[in-house]
């Protein structure tokens, strides 16, 4: 009988904890197949009640629905779900690295397939939603917008990765991480554009990576937007200073993890 290769052994791993966890996300919920449609639908409703957005033309010249989707659903299914999840994942997913074959760096993948698994199925469906209603929700350039859209998944990762490496050593990294997530949001330009932010504090602002990924998401998303700050350059620099050291902080640690 031959021998399987390493990768194809990795490989089945992933796709083995890929299922468990999509059976698990699932099973969690009562209205669990439905609540990754219904979840985005009733934040754009509530931010839309909040801003007051409904009949104004100030946002990146398209309708506020459509304008929402382009930002609220990458910022919270690419970067706040990929993110926490590996965050937890030593933690979450511990009785899984009892088995010799399960690496922490499978759980890592398999957790953040599905989470882009999440955002293409859940984008294509609020898409669909959103043109039985009348809007243009279409992407103007949907390549780039992937694009761009896996850029920030690849941030989350690597940024997740390196949280948990760092939650291992201080449990209270998780707790800040976490108290930071819903004031970042609303410093990231998720739901509104740089555009109308005075130029004085734009160059402020633009130092946060979330930001240029979220504008050039919408550059690709939204027909005739052109952010005044959005660098493809600077957020490269970022996922690249981050990779190197997820990595490294992983490979330093996972053996000490592990034994805690």
């Known amino acids: 009988m031959k021998a399987r290769s390493a990768i194809s052994i990795q490989r089945d791993v992933i796709f083995a904890i890929f299922l468990r966890e999509m059976n698990a996300r699932f099973k969690s919920y009562t209205f669990g197949n439905i609540w990754i449609i219904l979840e985005p639908l009733l934040m754009i409703s509530v931010f839309l009640v909040l801003f007051g957005a409904r009949g104004r033309g100030e946002f990146g010249y398209v309708e506020p629905p459509v304008f929402i989707l382009a930002g609220f659903l990458p910022f919270r299914t690419l970067w706040q779900a990929t993110m926490r999840k590996n965050m937890s994942a030593l933690g979450g997913a511990k009785g899984l690295l009892g088995f010799r074959q399960v690496r922490l760096f499978d759980i890592f993948m398999a ?24 809007f243009a929700p279409l992407p103007n ?54 555009t109308i932010v005075p130029a004085r504090y734009q160059d402020l602002m633009a130092l946060n990576p979330l930001v240029h990924a979220s504008e050039l998401i919408r550059e690709a998303w939204l027909p005739g937007y052109i952010s005044p700050v959005a660098s493809y350059e600077y957020l490269f620099v970022w996922i690249l200073i981050l990779s190197a050291l997820a990595v490294s902080a992983y490979r330093l640690r996972w053996q000490r993890m592990l034994a805690r």
């Not at 397939?113 to 009348?134: N, R, Y």
């Not at 917008?145 to 998944?153: E, G, N, Q």
């Not at 108290?179 to 990231?188: D, E, G, K, Q, R």
């Open 111 to 134: 957790r953040s397939l599905v989470e882009g698994g999440i955002f293409l199925v859940s984008g294509t469906a609020l898409v669909l939603i959103m043109m039985w209603l009348g």
């Open 141 to 194: 350039d949907p390549l780039f917008m992937l694009f761009y859209a896996a850029h920030l998944w690849l941030f989350a990762i690597f940024f997740g990765i390196l949280a948990c490496v760092i939650a291992s050593i201080a449990r209270e990294v998780e707790k800040l991480v976490n108290l930071f997530t819903m004031p970042l949001m609303f410093v990231s330009a998720v739901f509104y554009p740089m």
